[in-house]
């Protein structure tokens, strides 16, 4: 355990939360963007549209936002005795899974990049809907602590 000011500890956390909500948003939006960008014909000025859009999401905002979401989490597991608690085994187990959501949006991203897509919108509609379930269990996790 690393020793750091209580109003350290509250700032990391600010920062945290900050940086989490800025990755959801790029988790929720980018799947949104494959369903539309799914129903456009490949090689379309829309098509190439939605090619932009989808890098810049992912770069500008999705990638800086996690490394600072898993950064600042870090720094505050290492400042707290959280590590112990059963509540945040699980809370970690399903922000891994945003971790391999994320990346598997990348994969998707460069599939569509090279006009390589294969999967449906409907595809697309089912998986937009995975962060949103695990956001809820992490919500739940921190704010409940149930075990």
Same mark, same amino acid.
């Given at each position: 355990?690393? /020793?750091?000011?209580? #109003?350290?500890? $509250?700032?990391?956390?600010?920062?945290?939360?900050?940086?989490?909500?800025?990755?959801?948003? &790029?988790?929720?939006? $980018?799947?949104? %963007? =494959?369903? @539309?960008?799914?129903?456009?014909?490949?090689?379309? /000025?829309?098509?190439?549209? +939605?090619?932009?859009? /989808?890098?810049?999401? @992912?770069?500008?905002?999705?990638?800086?936002?996690?490394? *600072? #979401?898993?950064? =600042? &989490?870090?720094?505050?597991? $290492?400042?707290?005795?959280?590590?112990?608690? &059963?509540?945040?085994?699980?809370?970690?187990?399903?922000?891994?899974?945003?971790?391999? +959501?994320?990346?598997?949006?990348?994969?998707?991203?460069?599939? =569509? *990049?090279?006009?390589?897509? !294969?999967?449906?919108? !409907? @595809?697309?509609?089912? *998986?937009? /809907?995975?962060? #949103? $379930? %695990?956001?809820?269990?992490?919500?739940?996790?921190?704010?409940?602590?149930? +075990?």
């Amino acid at each position: 355990m690393i /020793e750091i000011s209580t #109003t350290a500890y $509250l700032w990391l956390k600010a920062w945290h939360v900050i940086s989490f909500a800025a990755w959801m948003a &790029g988790l929720f939006y $980018l799947p949104r %963007l =494959f369903v @539309y960008h799914s129903q456009t014909p490949v090689g379309s /000025e829309q098509s190439d549209l +939605f090619k932009v859009m /989808e890098r810049r999401l @992912y770069k500008a905002i999705m990638m800086p936002a996690m490394l *600072a #979401t898993v950064g =600042f &989490g870090l720094v505050l597991l $290492l400042a707290s005795d959280h590590l112990t608690q &059963g509540w945040m085994h699980a809370k970690l187990l399903l922000v891994l899974g945003l971790v391999v +959501f994320h990346f598997y949006c990348a994969s998707w991203k460069n599939d =569509f *990049a090279a006009d390589n897509n !294969r999967r449906s919108q !409907r @595809y697309f509609r089912v *998986a937009n /809907e995975i962060p #949103t $379930l %695990l956001m809820i269990g992490i919500v739940i996790l921190v704010i409940v602590k149930p +075990f």
